[in-house]
């Protein structure tokens, strides 16, 4: 029933790792209820390690499973919404949203419902398994949360227009990491979900059934060309794409990296959501169980994962905010963008995945650590990664630690469309030197930036790398 060309787990088909087999649940825009949570902190007790991983598409996943998941236990998931009802389209990639969708007090439009219209169809068009894994969507409501710069294969940003609300489209299309890219085609939001079926549809017309390989749709758009792409793609619909062109329609609010950390209040009134940072992404399931009693007993038992391996509790009434953050803490969670570990991501390491170079989530843990006491009034987004492919952020960030051999090569900001990790400014630094080295960067960054609202990737960003290692000094 699976595609053949499947390498990416699902919850029905766990794969290998390094340390076991690992299954990842879907979570379609991220939203979770307290009774679904629950049943994910079982599973994680009874078939993996005792712990869940938020990823950077807000899925789950299971590690550390040494026994097939028992089929009751799968189709209880299911029952409860955790999984695909059709098994055969589970291994598509999950759907993109803000996590802010629908409270976001800034939104143009709230997404979810395009998300479950999208996350219903793909159930009940069987042909759409043969869609690659890899194939993924992305929702941008157009509020103070974005998530339209994210990595999707196709993505739809909500716009104001003479007064009305648009999605723009963005095709990924040219050189591998570069972002997604605006077609200059408006749509209405009723018109979104019939033009990525079509999308879909298209792309799976162009398949060559000769190869076992399918093509991530930028490589399909490379060779075919966006303009023949998308004539094709109008055919199969009803209404003509509205072409506009490269003119910029300005959404009301500027990006703004980890905004949804900490305590914000909601388009409802009288109720705020409150960013949980979850340490590297991760929850032990005694805190997956705890939350879902938070979330039930404050507010309305809604959870809500981020593509930044963190969470939202949602629908709290201002008055019960500190009794929610004094419980987020005795979890031994946090709630501040002050934390160090607020921005703080690693990919698996090399206790997870063959192809790490090092000990990526050990070496995060005792960098937070060494780093604990360090003051800081915006997040600071560092980023470990084992190897260049960098599974756990395809963004760039304001700090990237590339594992090698003997320790990692250190880049800041954003550097050019070339450089994946931003501009190198120190070679194999071992983990004994990094720590030290981190916090002087840091400690630069804070007497030397222009305002406190300058970020430590701006402030790279305005300094020649000569020039920064001289405000930060030698590696020793
Ligand atoms: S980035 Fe590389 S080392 Fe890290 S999990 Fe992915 S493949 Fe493994």
Not at 108 to 119: A, C, E, F, K, Y
Not at 225 to 236: A, D, P, S
Not at 303 to 331: A, F, G, K, M
Request: overall charge neutral.
């Amino acid at each position: 029933m699976l595609s053949a060309f499947t390498v990416c787990p699902g919850l029905f088909y766990a794969t290998p790792a390094r340390d076991g087999m690992l299954s990842r649940i879907r979570i379609p825009g991220g939203i979770v209820n307290s009774q679904q949570w629950r049943a994910i902190a079982d599973i994680a007790a009874i078939s993996g390690g005792g712990y869940a991983d938020v990823t950077n598409r807000a899925n789950l996943q299971i590690r550390e499973i040494y026994t097939k998941i028992d089929a009751n236990l799968l189709r209880h998931l299911q029952d409860l919404g955790l999984g695909s009802s059709n098994i055969g389209v589970d291994h598509i990639r999950n759907i993109m949203s803000s996590p802010t969708a629908g409270i976001d007090s800034q939104e143009l439009i709230d997404t979810r419902p395009l998300v479950q219209g999208w996350d219903k169809y793909i159930a009940a068009h069987p042909h759409l398994s043969g869609l690659p894994a890899k194939f993924s969507v992305c929702f941008d409501g157009g509020g103070a949360v974005r998530v339209c710069d994210r990595p999707n294969d196709i993505g739809f940003a909500a716009v104001i227009v003479d007064g009305s609300i648009y999605f723009r489209l963005h095709l990924s299309v040219g050189a591998k990491g570069e972002g997604p890219m605006d077609m200059g085609i408006l749509l209405q939001p009723e018109e979104c979900l019939p033009v990525l079926a079509a999308l879909a549809d298209v792309y799976l017309s162009c398949l060559d059934t000769t190869s076992t390989r399918k093509p991530r749709l930028r490589e399909l758009l490379n060779g075919l060309g966006c303009e023949n792409y998308l004539q094709e793609v109008e055919r199969c619909l009803p209404f003509p794409l509205r072409y506009v062109g490269s003119q910029e329609y300005q959404t009301q609010i500027p990006t703004a990296k980890y905004r949804h950390i900490g305590v914000h209040p909601q388009r409802q009134s009288g109720l705020s959501y409150i960013g949980v940072v979850l340490p590297l992404g991760r929850l032990e399931t005694s805190q997956i169980r705890g939350l879902a009693d938070l979330a039930q007993r404050y507010g309305s038992g809604t959870i809500r994962l981020t593509p930044w391996q963190n969470l939202l509790i949602s629908d709290i009434p201002h008055q019960q905010v500190p009794d929610v953050q004094r419980e987020i803490e005795s979890l031994g969670l946090h709630w501040s963008v002050g934390n160090i570990r607020s921005a703080l991501v690693a990919c698996s390491g090399n206790t997870g995945c063959a192809a790490s170079a090092t000990d990526t989530k050990g070496h995060a843990r005792g960098l937070a650590e060494y780093l604990d006491g360090v003051k800081l009034n915006q997040p600071i987004n560092i980023h470990l990664t084992g190897c260049e492919k960098s599974c756990a952020q395809h963004t760039k960030s304001d700090i990237a630690l590339l594992g090698v051999g003997v320790g990692y090569h250190v880049y800041v900001g954003d550097g050019d469309c070339h450089q994946k990790f931003g501009r190198e400014i120190y070679q194999e630094v071992t983990f004994v030197e990094l720590p030290p080295l981190i916090e002087r960067m840091l400690t630069v960054y804070k007497i030397h930036r222009l305002t406190v609202d300058e970020s430590f990737g701006e402030f790279a960003n305005r300094h020649a790398i000569a020039q920064l290692k001289q405000l930060m000094g030698s590696r020793e």
